[in-house]
């Protein structure tokens, strides 16, 4: 590959566009992150983020300021006619995650804290600036950009469109999107209200065919509406419709008095799944790639997630660790978890909001009746802490993944040990080796032959309940998944295993001979 002054331009500055930049930066590769739009969005819907995203930001060192800004909720209240339950979450997955509850954090501030932890590592977005066209060639990527000043050319080694559902990257790929169209329109507004004093809950309200979620905000006062606008204001233009026109309504179902709106959107809801996520140098992530129903809280935590597992392996590729063949496994692992998401998301989404017995029974049985009661047991809560937290995601048919000791298979997120944190380590977000037991002088040795990190944590009986061997060696991946798994510390092992995934540990001149801003 020639040098091209810029190793990674990254399309789109959305939460997985500055997540992709955060982790290349904080791994010391040259980004540039550019977005047509003037600024942070200020008319978000996304509401929730999960325990693997706050893992995640852990390893990012951005965790603790993200949960200053949240709000941990504690509970479901719903509202259905006349009938109103409390179903308490608790931590639902305590012993499965540092952080086991569900966050509310709105997407606007969640933008605004990125964009602050960029600008203290020297990224400023580059706003106002639109991709235009590029030409992905044999050694590098040529991509002419629209600013305020007019049209200019950058070459990059790789491209990234995290430019939204309706990406011209993908545009531009030729690659097809299918799904469809949810026939509902949404809406999703901020309002003053007259209860200053909210708990932490989140309240749905379900009425025929719809419903209404409300979110308390750190600031007092403020709550968030998302709801489906009922079929008496569908036929009013969108840009017409106000929430004026809801307000009656939308007080109505849920209780809360409403003061003064601050901002008003609404919006159609799509399920739709790119067919590729990359070509030669170029590759899609987040809503480029997919975008779900909003059943789960899961678009844009999967979008992140995208990021992050594209990131390390851009990284490592840039700096000439791994052969550029380790990029594949990103369209491997990524695209299959969206693709089984947007099929269960679909499902709930069409439960929740159709017409069938499912319907009838989610909202008239389920939800009221045996949702609060099933929480009481710790076994329901850790099933459906699983199942929206995105702790159970993993890549057990990746090119990465080829061995197993007792349960654990390579491709698992790697267990979270309360007793040890385990997960401490993995903020230098590099690969390292976990020992559950005591690490022998070759193992020692042959990490400083890899540049591995190399923790050891004492053994205790409680371990082997989370899936680990006394002793066993355990290769942990930059984000926190298991790569290589063995029963015993082999050094041949890890020889094997690095070499069948393309790793070779030289320097690159993409990383040594550091980018000079000024040719961008």
Aim: overall charge negative; glycine content about 8%; some cysteine.
């Amino acid at each position: 590959m020639t040098n091209p002054s810029l190793p990674v331009l990254i399309v789109g500055a959305g939460p997985t566009g500055m997540v992709l930049a955060l982790w290349l930066t904080k791994a010391g590769i040259a980004v540039r992150l550019i977005d047509k739009q003037i600024g942070t969005g200020q008319a978000s819907r996304a509401m929730v983020v999960q325990a693997r995203i706050l893992e995640f930001y852990r390893q990012l060192e951005i965790v603790d300021s993200v949960l200053a800004q949240g709000i941990k909720l504690q509970g479901l209240q719903i509202r259905q006619q006349t009938q109103t339950v409390n179903a308490q979450f608790g931590d639902l997955g305590a012993g499965i995650s540092a952080y086991p509850f569900v966050l509310s954090y709105p997407q606007d501030e969640h933008e605004q804290l990125l964009a602050a932890e960029l600008a203290t590592l020297g990224i400023q977005i580059e706003w106002n600036t639109e991709l235009v066209r590029f030409e992905d060639r044999p050694d590098s990527v040529s991509a002419t950009l629209l600013t305020t000043q007019g049209e200019q050319t950058v070459s990059c080694a790789y491209l990234c469109g995290c430019d939204g559902a309706s990406s011209t990257v993908r545009h531009h790929l030729g690659f097809s999107f299918e799904g469809g169209t949810y026939t509902h329109r949404f809406f999703v507004a901020d309002t003053e209200v007259a209860t200053m004093d909210l708990p932490p809950y989140l309240l749905a309200c379900l009425e025929h065919s719809g419903f209404c979620l409300a979110f308390p905000l750190r600031r007092a006062g403020i709550v968030r509406f998302i709801g489906i606008i009922p079929a008496a204001y569908a036929q009013i233009p969108q840009d017409q419709l106000s929430f004026a026109d809801l307000q009656a309504h939308v007080e109505q179902l849920t209780g809360i008095q409403v003061l003064a709106t601050h901002w008003f959107s609404t919006y159609q809801v799509h399920h739709r799944l790119a067919e590729h996520f990359q070509s030669g140098h170029i590759f899609l992530a987040g809503d480029a790639g997919h975008i779900h129903s909003p059943a789960g809280g899961q678009g844009m935590n999967t979008g992140i997630g995208d990021a992050v597992n594209l990131a390390w392996k851009l990284a490592d590729v840039i700096k000439g660790q791994a052969k550029a063949s380790l990029l594949a496994s990103y369209e491997l692992e990524r695209r299959r978890f969206a693709k089984t998401l947007l099929k269960t998301t679909d499902q709930a989404f069409s439960a929740l909001v159709g017409k069938g017995l499912s319907t009838w029974t989610l909202r008239h049985l389920f939800l009221p009746y045996l949702l609060p009661k099933a929480l009481q047991y710790t076994s329901f809560k850790h099933i459906l802490f699983r199942t929206i937290s995105q702790t159970s995601i993993e890549y057990r048919p990746s090119p990465l993944s080829w061995s197993q000791v007792g349960d654990l298979k390579s491709g698992d997120r790697l267990p979270w040990a309360e007793q040890l944190d385990n997960y401490a380590p993995l903020s230098s977000r590099t690969w390292q080796l976990h020992i559950y037991g005591e690490a022998t002088p070759y193992l020692v040795d042959a990490a400083r032959d890899f540049k591995l990190e190399l923790h050891s944590f004492p053994w205790s009986p409680d371990l082997a309940d989370l899936g680990f061997r006394q002793d066993a060696m355990y290769l942990i991946r930059p984000d926190g998944y298991l790569g290589l798994l063995h029963e015993y510390q082999n050094e041949a092992a890890l020889d094997a295993y690095f070499t069948h995934i393309g790793y070779q540990f030289s320097p690159n001149p993409l990383e040594t001979e550091k980018p000079n801003r000024e040719e961008w």
